[in-house]
């Protein structure tokens, strides 16, 4: 069973930089995609981005590409997503997640692709 855990969430200005955390126990996170959704009341949950098990595939949302930037040190059980140049539109509670199946090669944003999810970590950007 992978359990995640966001982290990093928080207020911000616009224009400035957030960094979120994913943490996974109970299971070797370095064999999982992870993606990064994010869902604000009312709406649908929104895909982010994607990394691939090795950290050497990643795929982002045309909302954020060239802002945010997703990796992962495997030594540490962590995926990151670093947040620059933040508007007041990226104001979302944000979540982790990753396929049920290990080394999932497919640069998924479908949302049911994804098994595991964390709690959610909230970031807010004022104008």
């Known amino acids: 069973q992978v359990q995640l855990v966001e982290s990093g969430g928080g207020l911000v200005q616009a224009g400035g930089s957030l960094r979120l955390s994913c943490g996974a126990s109970?299971?070797?996170?370095?064999?999982?995609?992870v993606g990064w959704f994010r869902q604000t009341p009312g709406k649908e949950r929104e895909f982010v981005a994607t990394?691939?098990?090795?950290?050497?595939?990643?795929y982002y949302a045309d909302s954020v590409k060239g802002r945010f930037t997703i990796s992962r040190d495997n030594a540490q059980n962590t995926v990151y997503l670093e947040m620059n140049s933040l508007k007041p539109e990226d104001t979302a509670v944000y979540y982790c997640?990753?396929?049920?199946?290990?080394?999932?090669?497919?640069?998924?944003?479908?949302?049911?692709?994804?098994?595991?999810w964390g709690q959610g970590t909230q970031v807010t950007v004022s104008s």
């Open positions: 997640a990753a396929p049920r199946r290990q080394y999932y090669s497919d640069s998924t944003d479908r949302e049911y692709d994804y098994e595991y």
């Open positions: 109970g299971v070797t996170f370095s064999r999982y995609r």
């Open positions: 990394i691939s098990w090795n950290g050497r595939s990643t």
